[in-house]
């Protein structure tokens, strides 16, 4: 048995997921540099769940700060993937980040609006296996978030 019951209790195991997607740029956010303000995740229903993670503005001419963002952004997703294959016995990372593309639209956006900020910043190839190695390196710490976050909801530092 893993660690993680998503078999018993009262969350389905697509609350955990989300709770490792937003643990995940939680994470990265705090690795680029870049300050986290709020995390939270909801769900009334089977259906109806999601989360969000808000960062504290920073100076996007800094390039090293908007690459670390450019990572934030797709780090949520590579969690996911990570979490899909550990825990929820998906046979490979690439096939659960084809599954849950599309819950990931809104990050692939905003990681293309910022990435027009610009010149020669990180690749969405490369900021994935940026996010990967920071993810890996620190899945103790996801681990940990994602079960604060499925027992509390909500997490803020101001």
Known sequence: ??????????????????AAHEAGHAIATVLSGLQVLEIKIWWTSRTDFGGFVRTADYDTT???????????SMAGHEAEGLWLTRYQNFSSHRAALRTYRASCEHDLRLFREERRLGKALLTETAARARAHSQLIAHWHRVERL?????????LTTV
Not at 62 to 72: A, E, H, V, W
Not at 146 to 154: A, E, G, M, Q
């Open 146 to 154: 994602v079960d604060r976050l499925v027992r509390t909801r909500h």
């Open 62 to 72: 800094d390039r090293d700060l908007l690459n670390g963002s450019l990572t934030t």
């Open 1 to 18: 048995m893993t660690r993680f019951d998503l078999q018993g209790g009262d969350c389905d195991p697509d609350v955990f997921r989300v």
